[in-house]
């Protein structure tokens, strides 16, 4: 059977079946989304589910989560209050009422205003830093304050922090510029101090202003989402101005940063980098990052904390050659300042990249950062077809293997993916897609030639996600190569989404309520030929090496709701037979990874980070606070160590590539940082150490 060329970039084409409405003439435009936004979900949604006091529960539990995320306004007793009624949302959900809603918004927006007194009121006086006490700065482990004046002592607490970060901040800052110039005058710390509570008085100013134009359609689609956020993490329901941000930052064409963007809790989370853009050449911003603030420059930093969307954007994005600093949130919750130049995306860096690797053996690397294709029909590039001719390419070179690197590769077009895998065996099924009902699609590579026949290894870590999952998959179910990742397993995102939009299913007589927005549901999953799921577990690669993450939770896994992994019946399909062992390679490598000073070095950093993720209490005492920042610092200057060239071989242009890798300056020098990427690699040196060993 031909792969249908609809699926392309996991998008299934499946239709919702016509609604019936029960409200009046009157509804208005919460009725109607409650409406059509359920029946959604229930007659599209993969696992739909039933409407019931344990629905109820997880919405109010999801919400209420969402609705004081850092627990600074509400009370235990307005907790109390609002769980008396956390078994009635189902019943809200279908006789159109909003009483749960309702009361939360009256409430949230009392103690949102009795807030704003606080900060001013604490701020007005100077810190003492010398006493010894501490903040609790994962709000996960933080309970709600009993008391007004219980909650009042946790916005001193956070105002101390943040003041103290500002001060410690400041005085780096002058004693770099005393460095340089003696005649900078260095501020005593009480002028520091004061200066810095102006910042986050001024900080605060702007963050209670964001609060307060976030009005009750905002709080509503919280509400929505914590709905359709119990089905599934990416399962969404989109407000219309959100939709339009939501396309923008998908299309990754505009001069900025390259980065896809999400909130989540009040934050702003990067959910992906787009291949070719600034952010993926500088190589500091990762996927899971929390943007805390933004500055254009050297100038003074916006706080973007439960700043929406529409206005991060623009704070972000910006013209060709201008710089921003990101202040970034690690995994491990380390914070970090990363400056960009911004730039747009350059669309041939997001293309397959190959190389020759040339030492004991002559080993060919391919970099694939993402599964595109021409989406549009316009005669555009598709991977499967360049990687088929960068495999001809090394073939005609005499390589003793190839190693294709789908690090940091969140997916894109399924029908490549079927393509591609057929490159490297005879034929066979690649990948089982499932609807809610009837039975799983297998789709197979039909064409019996082999392109590349010899040692493969596929490269991946916890950033591989959905298509890099099915490509990773496919060549260890056959037996086709060694999966080496810097990683336990890869993302675990094994399922396809389709946006419908609200309107389409509404009568024309209510036409005067548009727009309702449009609601992005999981409609499909995805099943290894071996019959398990890619969902949750993702790939677990045969070889794992140790990364600074590598001990932190990652991944699907972590996301709220997640569906589940399970699995279906095999399809049929014959395996490669090896000539070598996959046990013997691991232990081979665990004996290199062990004895090798660089990997110590990244192991001892990931025990530092899991210590520093697990510990996130911070002395407010100057002293003590400032000894732990220089203590962090050190340990992780020893990552700069791992800032040299590494590997032990020659890069080599393909033949086939030397006249156009020469054709111009500006190609010269994108191939020079390519070649100096690479040589600092210590995953891909030890790649090489596997890949030869393999016949």
């Keep these: 059977m031909k792969i249908n060329k609809k699926l392309l970039f996991l998008v299934p084409v499946a239709a919702i079946a016509a609604f019936s409405y029960s409200y009046k003439v009157q509804a208005d435009k919460d009725e109607a989304i409650d409406q059509i936004l359920m029946q959604s979900l229930n007659n599209v949604h993969y696992s739909p589910l039933t409407l019931n006091d344990e629905f109820s529960e997880k919405v109010y539990k999801l919400y209420m989560q969402r609705l004081d ?157 914590s709905i359709t956020g119990i ?3 990416h399962t969404e329901f989109f407000p219309p101005k959100d939709k339009a941000n939501f396309d923008i930052s998908m299309s990754g064409q505009l001069e900025g940063i390259g980065a896809q963007l999400q909130e989540k809790d009040g934050y702003i989370k990067v959910s992906s980098i787009v291949p070719g853009s600034a952010s993926w050449k500088q190589g500091q911003l990762k996927p899971g990052d929390l943007i805390l603030k933004v500055a254009q420059g050297a100038n003074e930093p916006v706080d973007l904390t439960d700043m929406r969307m529409d206005d991060v954007l623009p704070l972000i994005r910006g013209k060709k050659g201008t710089e921003v600093r990101l202040t970034v949130r690690k995994p491990d919750g380390s914070t970090t300042v990363i400056p960009l130049i911004r730039d747009i995306v350059v669309i041939e860096e997001s293309y397959a990249q190959s190389v020759i690797l040339k030492g004991k053996k002559n080993i060919g690397y391919i970099k694939l950062p993402s599964f595109y294709a021409d989406f549009n029909g316009n005669g555009g590039r598709s991977c499967s077809k360049d990687i088929k001719k960068e495999l001809e390419k090394l073939k005609a070179e005499n390589v ?67 298509a890099s999952e099915i490509m990773a998959a496919a060549i260890q179910d056959y037996k086709r190569g060694v999966i080496v990742g810097t990683s336990p397993a890869s993302f675990g995102k094994g399922t396809v989404q389709r946006f419908y939009n609200l309107d389409d299913y509404l009568p024309a007589q209510y036409n005067t309520i548009k727009p309702l927005g449009e609601v992005k549901i999981t409609t499909q999953k995805f099943y290894r030929i071996n019959g398990g799921a890619t969902q949750l577990k993702g790939v677990i690669p045969d070889i794992v090496l140790p990364d600074p993450y590598y001990l932190l939770d990652q991944g699907e896994k972590e996301q709220d709701y ?134």
């Design 231 to 233: 089905y599934d993490p």
């Design 400 to 466: 003793d293997g190839v190693i294709l690197d789908l690090r940091y590769n969140g997916g894109g077009s399924l029908p490549d993916v079927v393509d591609m895998a057929g490159l490297f065996i005879d034929k066979g099924p690649i990948v089982q897609v499932k609807q809610k009902t009837g039975a799983p699609q297998v789709l197979e590579d039909k064409d019996p030639s082999t392109v590349y026949d010899g040692p493969l290894v596929v490269m991946v870590n916890s950033n591989s996600a959905s």
């Design 562 to 695: 997640p569906m589940a992994w399970d699995e279906i019946a095999p399809a049929k399909y014959n395996t490669w037979k090896p000539t070598y062992s996959v046990d013997k390679l691991k232990s081979n490598s665990e004996s290199r990874v062990k004895s090798s000073a660089g990997f110590g070095i990244l192991n001892d950093a990931a025990k530092r980070l899991k210590k520093q993720k697990d510990n996130t209490i911070v002395s407010l005492n100057f002293d003590k606070y400032v000894a732990e920042q220089k203590k962090n610092k050190e340990e992780a200057k020893k990552m700069d160590e791992l800032d040299k060239e590494i590997l032990a071989m020659d890069i080599m242009t393909l033949k086939a590539d030397e006249t156009a890798a020469t054709a111009d300056s500006v190609t010269v020098a994108k191939k020079k940082d390519f070649y100096k990427a690479l040589k600092k690699d210590i995953y891909l040196n030890e790649t090489v150490s596997i890949i030869n060993e393999m016949k």
């Design 69 to 225: 995320y850092n627990k600074k306004f509400l009370l235990q007793s307005d907790v109390d209050e609002l769980k008396k009624l956390n078994h009635s949302i189902d019943e809200d959900i279908t006789t159109g009422r909003f009483s749960f809603f309702d009361k939360s918004y009256s409430i949230i927006t009392k103690r949102v205003d009795e807030a704003q007194a606080y900060y001013k009121d604490i701020l007005s006086q100077p810190f003492d830093f010398s006493k010894d006490e501490d903040i609790q700065l994962d709000e996960e482990k933080l309970s709600f304050a009993k008391n007004s004046a219980e909650l009042k002592e946790a916005w001193r607490k956070s105002l101390k922090y943040q003041v103290l970060a500002r001060m410690v901040e400041m005085s780096d800052n002058q004693d770099k510029a005393k460095e340089k110039s003696d005649t900078v005058q260095l501020k005593s710390k009480e002028t520091l101090e004061a200066d810095a509570r102006k910042k986050v008085l001024k900080s605060n100013d702007d963050y209670f202003k964001r609060i307060r134009e976030f009005d009750r359609n905002d709080r509503l689609a919280v509400y929505f989402n």
